[in-house]
């Protein structure tokens, strides 16, 4: 049987799975959340064809193998690429998934979901923004057929010269995208995610029980080789689009220093009440975990 969209939130993810953890967490409550429609998912960073295994994993061991997965750029714009591999990578050999792929298809592929579907899409982004960057640089109208641009990107509040890591992975491409005419953006930043924070031995005991969450703690194995915590970082900003008063905002402009080497990829918030970025300032950390809990753990 067909499932029913009907009120769904159309969204399309943009990821580079199999590094930090997060990434596979925020997909995981994407397709847990009965009122996404994850119209596909596309991957970015080096070795974006095992990230979109990887992803491909996920959405079997979810129940949601329908749905299109198509690699990015593996390289940033103009800078070198920071993020070479995708570790997590090792756990695919103990799972089912797709490992053909139409290699450089991410871009055409949000293109075409993009003007299929006008003013209706949630690109939400949790990545570095290569894919982005040049979906906008190719195509300039896709900026204003989008409902919203939801980021984790940049840090605004944690003093200047501090840099996050999908905004420094592509610099040029972050400051395409920030000066893109998006009608609305929502940029959350390292500043709010860091508030979201769990034990390594919290994590473990919490995913576990089913397909996707035995899957998912496998992945994470390889983070805590190096890690002995999570910061649930993309699963905020997936969060917001469903239950944006999770944070509080501020509005404004978005700049992104691209005047020196050592600064390449800082963003810079000026606070403009007539701004079309919205950077979250504040979260209710107990409020956020219990709303994804209650989202990822729905079927057991």
């Not at 939400?124 to 990107?153: K, S, W």
């Not at 200047?160 to 995208?177: C, L, S, Y």
């Not at 000066?179 to 005991?205: H, W, Y």
């Amino acid at each position: 049987m067909a499932e029913d969209n009907a009120g769904k939130v159309k969204v399309l993810l943009d990821t580079d799975i199999g590094s930090d953890i997060d990434d596979a967490l925020c997909l995981a409550y994407l397709l847990m959340q009965p009122r996404c429609q994850l119209l596909g998912i596309t991957t970015v960073t080096g070795e974006a064809e095992k990230r979109a295994m990887l992803a491909s994993a996920i959405c079997i061991a979810a129940g949601k193998s329908e749905i299109q997965i198509k690699p990015g750029s593996p390289k940033p714009l103009l800078v070198e690429q920071r993020q070479t591999r995708a570790q997590q990578a090792e756990v695919l050999e103990r799972w089912k998934h797709e490992s053909e792929f139409e290699r450089f298809s991410a871009v055409q592929f949000l293109r075409e979901v993009i003007r299929a579907h006008p003013n209706e899409v949630t690109l939400l982004t949790i990545g570095p923004l290569t894919n982005i960057g040049l979906l906008f640089a190719l195509d300039p109208e896709i900026p204003t057929l989008l409902d919203r641009l939801v980021l984790m990107c940049g840090v605004y509040r944690m003093g200047k010269g501090r840099r996050e890591w999908n905004a420094m992975g592509d610099p040029h491409a972050t400051a395409i995208v920030f000066n893109s005419p998006v009608k609305t953006v929502f940029a959350i930043g390292l500043d709010v995610t860091m508030r979201c924070v769990m034990s390594s031995q919290d994590f473990k005991e919490r995913f576990r029980g089913t397909p996707l969450l035995d899957l998912i703690s496998d992945m994470a194995s390889v983070w805590f080789r190096h890690a002995e915590r999570v910061v649930f970082h993309d699963p905020l900003a997936a969060s917001i689009i469903f239950e944006p008063d999770i944070c509080k905002y501020e509005r404004g402009r978005i700049e992104v220093n691209l005047r020196d080497e050592a600064s390449l990829g800082e963003t810079l918030f000026h606070a403009d009440e007539e701004g079309r970025h919205m950077i979250a300032v504040d979260v209710d950390a107990n409020r956020f975990f219990e709303h994804y809990f209650s989202v990822v753990r729905a079927s057991m």
